[in-house]
């Protein structure tokens, strides 16, 4: 397990700033990552040319697409494969059109909860499924926000 806390609203409402984490980093080794999945990871490289911060610097999304699935977002929801997907964690509809696009192999599609303030995939791409940190699997502080991750 790994402690990380939550520096902007990229994720809200599911973190709010100032939300502390618990992140494990064993699954990873025997257990695919998969759709809902919130993942603390290192951007790529592209990440660089929408923002002055470093690709050194761990970003926290949630995963709504793995290799092989053909993910687009227009009307305000995502598709995968077709079908428009139920996100109950997301309160603000995207404003934004994506895709279509398949998810190429080793890679998967991460974005904010907070669809239209985060940089995410759907700015600068894919990401490598070994940038990937570890899963957030419980919210500790503050206390009366406690508990565990939904995925």
Do not use: C
């Not at 002055?52 to 009307?75: H, N, P, S």
């Not at 997907?85 to 279509?100: L, R, S």
């Not at 998810?103 to 995939?121: C, E, F, I, Q, T």
Request: negative net charge; without cysteine; proline residues 9%.
């Amino acid at each position: 397990m790994e402690p990380r806390y939550i520096p902007s609203l990229s994720m809200f409402p599911t973190f709010e700033v100032g939300d502390q984490l618990a992140v494990e980093k064993v699954t990873r080794y025997y257990r695919p990552y998969s759709r809902h999945d919130v993942v603390v990871f290192y951007p790529p490289e592209a990440f660089s040319l929408f923002s002055a911060r470093g690709t050194d610097e761990a970003l926290i999304k949630r995963i709504v697409a793995v290799e092989g699935d053909t993910v687009q977002i227009r009307g305000g929801k995502v598709y995968l494969n077709g079908q428009a997907q139920d996100e109950p964690f997301v309160t603000d509809k995207p404003e934004y059109e994506w895709g279509p696009m398949v998810v190429p192999a080793g890679k998967v599609m991460v974005l904010g909860d907070n669809r239209n303030h985060s940089l995410d995939s759907h700015i600068w791409g894919f990401l490598p499924r070994e940038n990937v940190i570890g899963r957030a699997v419980f919210k500790y502080w503050p206390p009366w926000r406690a508990g565990a991750v939904e995925g």
